[in-house]
Nanobody, 123 residues
């Protein structure tokens, strides 16, 4: 069993930056693919990014490409989402998730989820 906890969310002005962290319990973090998803009120949960178990491969949604960067430190059982040039439309609850399959972008393909952290982009 793996437990995840996100942190680093908050209120930021448009154009600002935030760094989200995802801390995992257990000794198997490095064997999982890690994804980031987000959900706004009234909308379905949407894919943001995914990183391979080793950290050597990443994929981003078109809406965040060039602005967001995902990374992981397997020695610390922690993943990250660096978010730059934030826009009001990035406002959402952000979730990290772990799954067994490389490169997946659908939420149902992930087994473990954190409770989420709120990101609000507003002036």
């Amino acid at each position: 069993q793996v437990q995840l906890v996100e942190s680093g969310g908050g209120l930021v002005q448009p154009g600002g930056s935030l760094r989200l962290s995802c801390a995992a319990s257990g000794r198997t973090f490095s064997s999982y693919v890690m994804g980031w998803f987000r959900q706004s009120p009234g909308k379905e949960r949407e894919f943001v990014s995914v990183i391979s178990s080793s950290g050597g491969w990443t994929l981003y949604a078109d809406s965040v490409k060039g602005r967001f960067t995902t990374s992981r430190d397997n020695a610390k059982n922690t993943g990250y989402l660096q978010m730059n040039s934030l826009k009001p439309e990035d406002t959402a609850v952000y979730y990290c998730a772990l799954g067994p399959l490389h490169g997946r972008t659908r939420s149902y393909e992930y087994n473990y989820w954190g409770p989420g952290t709120q990101v609000t982009v507003s002036s």
